[in-house]
Each structure stands twice: as C-alpha cells, then as structure tokens.
C-alpha cells in the first residue's frame, strides 16, 4: 500500500509537476484532518524535489500571504485550510452542490480488517483477519480503493451526513490506510513530496 502511494500520488504529481513546469498546485487538505496537516500554511512551499520541511514554512498573518517562489521552489496552495469536513458538508448543502454517491451509506458487500470496511474488488487483497460483510457503510474521504476504508453510517442524504458529523469525534483520515503505516507518517511522506 505504502510502496503503491509513493508511485502513484508523490512520484507521479513530481514528475507531472517538474515536466509541465508548473510552480503551484491546487489541494483541498484541511488543517483539521491529520496533525501534520495542522502545520501546514495557505500557501505551502516545496524544495525542488517536491519536498516539504514544516520549518521553512512562511508566517501567515490574517489573510497576508506570501506567494513568491525562488528559483526551483513550487508550492501548494490549500484554500479550504481553515473548513472543518463539517464546514464542507454545511457549504455543500447551502450551495446544492453534487457529490459522488460513495459519500453517502448504501448497502456494500466488502471485508472489514482491523475496524475498517473495504469494498471488493481486485485491487484490494484481503488480509488475513478481514471478515466478509454486508453492511450500510459510506466513504468519508476518497482515494484509491486498497487504502480508503469506509464506515458503518446510514448517512444516505446530506442533511444525515451533517448529524452524523455533529457526532463523530474521528478524523475523516483515519479510515486511510497510509496514515496509519508507522507514527508521524503522513509527515514523512509529505517530506518526500506527498501532497
């Protein structure tokens, strides 16, 4: 899984990144999410590996930013830093804005391993402990399926999903399964160029 995300999410954004010459990318992490994200700025600034050192980070004061780049550095800018996953439903639902269907509880066959619901498919190897299910489960966060897990929820319309959210007191990020390979990884992975 690990080994699948460097390749696929930190190696391929790099390299589309570096050939394309683009200096600054669009993300939608939240401070709320996972404590190293807690760390990050508006306007986050990557060495020219696409590396990301949390002291280096420039002061943000209100809503004065500095988005100048030296020669090699790109950035990543997250607008939606200060929204909670609360303030995003409560935007969706205000806004009637569509969202994918996985976000909200149906009736999935999967495997639960350790707590967390994962669909089947052929991308995803069930572990030895897992235990095939049927139950109402939806997605939180989405991302490739052998590391996103679902949740048991029977959150099927938005204003459900907001009550249920009212509630939960776990990070939408920790059904992710590379948040949770060794302490302090999503930092790790974000020194060596994760998103």
């Given at each position: 899984t690990a080994a699948g995300c460097e390749a696929l999410k930190t190696r391929g954004l790099i390299e589309g990144l570096q050939h394309y010459g683009i200096d600054a990318a669009?993300?939608?992490?939240?401070?709320?999410?996972?404590?190293?994200?807690?760390?990050?700025?508006?306007?986050?600034?990557?060495?020219?590996?696409?590396g990301w050192d949390p002291r280096k980070q420039r002061l943000e004061i209100g809503i004065a930013f500095n988005s100048r780049l030296t020669k090699g550095d790109s950035m990543r800018v997250f607008p939606l830093s200060n929204w909670t996953e609360l303030d995003i439903w409560r935007y969706i639902k205000r806004e009637k804005i569509e969202v994918s269907p996985l976000y909200?509880?149906?009736?999935?066959?999967?495997?639960?391993?350790?707590?967390?619901?994962?669909?089947?498919?052929?991308?995803?190897?069930?572990?030895?402990?897992?235990?095939?299910?049927?139950?109402?489960?939806?997605?939180?966060t989405l991302g490739c399926m052998p590391c996103t897990g679902g949740i048991c929820s029977s959150a099927d319309t938005i204003e459900k999903v907001i009550g249920e959210l009212e509630s939960l007191k776990a990070s939408e990020r920790s059904t992710r399964l590379i948040d949770h390979d060794s302490e302090g990884s999503m930092e790790k992975k974000k020194r060596r160029g994760y998103f």
């Amino acid at each position: 899984t690990a080994a699948g995300c460097e390749a696929l999410k930190t190696r391929g954004l790099i390299e589309g990144l570096q050939h394309y010459g683009i200096d600054a990318a669009l993300g939608g992490a939240r401070r709320e999410e996972e404590k190293s994200r807690a760390k990050e700025r508006f306007f986050s600034v990557r060495s020219p590996q696409g590396g990301w050192d949390p002291r280096k980070q420039r002061l943000e004061i209100g809503i004065a930013f500095n988005s100048r780049l030296t020669k090699g550095d790109s950035m990543r800018v997250f607008p939606l830093s200060n929204w909670t996953e609360l303030d995003i439903w409560r935007y969706i639902k205000r806004e009637k804005i569509e969202v994918s269907p996985l976000y909200f509880s149906t009736h999935r066959k999967g495997m639960e391993s350790d707590g967390m619901f994962f669909e089947i498919h052929p991308s995803v190897e069930p572990s030895h402990s897992a235990v095939l299910v049927q139950q109402e489960v939806r997605y939180r966060t989405l991302g490739c399926m052998p590391c996103t897990g679902g949740i048991c929820s029977s959150a099927d319309t938005i204003e459900k999903v907001i009550g249920e959210l009212e509630s939960l007191k776990a990070s939408e990020r920790s059904t992710r399964l590379i948040d949770h390979d060794s302490e302090g990884s999503m930092e790790k992975k974000k020194r060596r160029g994760y998103f």
